[in-house]
Antibody
Framework: EVQLVESGGGLVQPGGSLRLSCAAS????????MSWVRQAPGKGLEWVAN????????YYVDSVKGRFTISRDNAKNSLYLQLNSLRAEDTAVYYC???????????????WGQGTLVTVSS | QSVLTQPPSVSGAPGQRVTISCTGS?????????VHWYQQLPGTAPKLLIY???NRPSGVPDRFSGSKSGTSASLAITGLQAEDEADYYC????????????FGTGTKVTVL
C-alpha cells in the first residue's frame, strides 16, 4: 500500500524557516517524480514544486523561487521541502504527492499524503 | 490566481447527472496538454479521479467520466450519490506561466 506521511509543519514567524519531510513507503520511491502541493485555508490547490527521480531536475512555482528548496534522499525514501523567508501568504496545508506520467508535461499526482499545516504569523 | 476556470458550485439531486467545466487557454489545455481531475472530500487530501482527460484509476466508479475539447475539459458525474459531495479540481500543464502545473479554481458539488 502506497503511503506518504508528511511532518515538520507548525507555527513560524514571518521571515522564518521550516523544513518539511515526507516519508514514502509501499512503492519504489526512486523511480518516481515527487511533488509538493499546498492549499491555503479555505482556498484551492496550488502546485509548489517537483523533483525528478535522481534529483537532477527541479521545478518551482514563481512565488516560491529563491525561497523554497525541494530535495530528496532516495536511500531514506524521503522527500523534503525547505521553506525560507516565509510570508503570511505561505500559510497552507502542504501535501506531498507522487507524480506519474509519460513526460514532464503530462505528470499527474496519483497518491497524496494527509498534509502538514504551516502557519506563518507573528 | 488560477488559469483554469471552473464554476464555483454545481448541485443536483441524487441520481441526477451533473457536469463541471474547466476552461483553459492555448498555453495549457488548448496546447494539447492532458487534463486530470481530483476529488477532495471534506477534511481529506485530494484523490486522483480522472487522468489523461478520460481515464479512471482503478477503483473509481464508472459514474465519473471526463472529456476534453479545444481549450476546455469536462467532468461528468452520472447517478449522483450523497458520497459525491466534495470539491473537484481540474489540473493541466501550462507552458507560459509562472507555474508548470496549474489547478483549476475548484468546484463544490452539492447533493440536494
Amino acid at each position: 500500500e502506497v503511503q506518504l506521511v508528511e511532518s515538520g509543519g507548525g507555527l513560524v514567524q514571518p521571515g522564518g524557516s521550516l523544513r518539511l519531510s515526507c516519508a514514502a513507503s509501499g512503492f519504489t520511491f526512486n523511480i518516481y517524480w515527487m511533488s509538493w502541493v499546498r492549499q491555503a485555508p479555505g482556498k484551492g490547490l496550488e502546485w509548489v514544486a517537483n523533483i525528478k527521480q535522481d534529483g537532477s531536475e527541479k521545478y518551482y512555482v514563481d512565488s516560491v523561487k529563491g525561497r523554497f528548496t525541494i530535495s530528496r534522499d532516495n536511500a531514506k525514501n524521503s522527500l523534503y521541502l525547505q521553506l525560507n523567508s516565509l510570508r503570511a501568504e505561505d500559510t497552507a496545508v502542504y501535501y506531498c504527492a507522487r507524480d506519474v506520467g509519460r513526460i514532464v508535461g503530462a505528470l499527474r499526482r496519483d497518491y497524496w499524503g494527509q498534509g502538514t499545516l504551516v502557519t506563518v504569523s507573528s | 490566481q488560477s488559469v483554469l476556470t471552473q464554476p464555483p458550485s454545481v448541485s443536483g439531486a441524487p441520481g441526477q447527472r451533473v457536469t463541471i467545466s474547466c476552461t483553459g487557454s492555448s498555453s495549457n489545455i488548448g496546447a494539447g496538454y492532458d487534463v486530470h481531475w481530483y476529488q477532495q472530500l471534506p477534511g481529506t487530501a485530494p484523490k486522483l479521479l480522472i487522468y489523461d482527460n478520460s481515464n479512471r484509476p482503478s477503483g473509481v466508479p464508472d459514474r465519473f467520466s471526463g472529456s476534453k475539447s479545444g481549450t476546455s475539459a469536462s467532468l461528468a458525474i452520472t447517478g449522483l450519490q450523497a458520497e459525491d459531495e466534495a470539491d473537484y479540481y481540474c489540473q493541466s500543464f501550462d507552458s507560459s506561466l509562472s507555474a508548470y502545473y496549474v489547478f483549476g479554481t475548484g468546484t463544490k458539488v452539492t447533493v440536494l
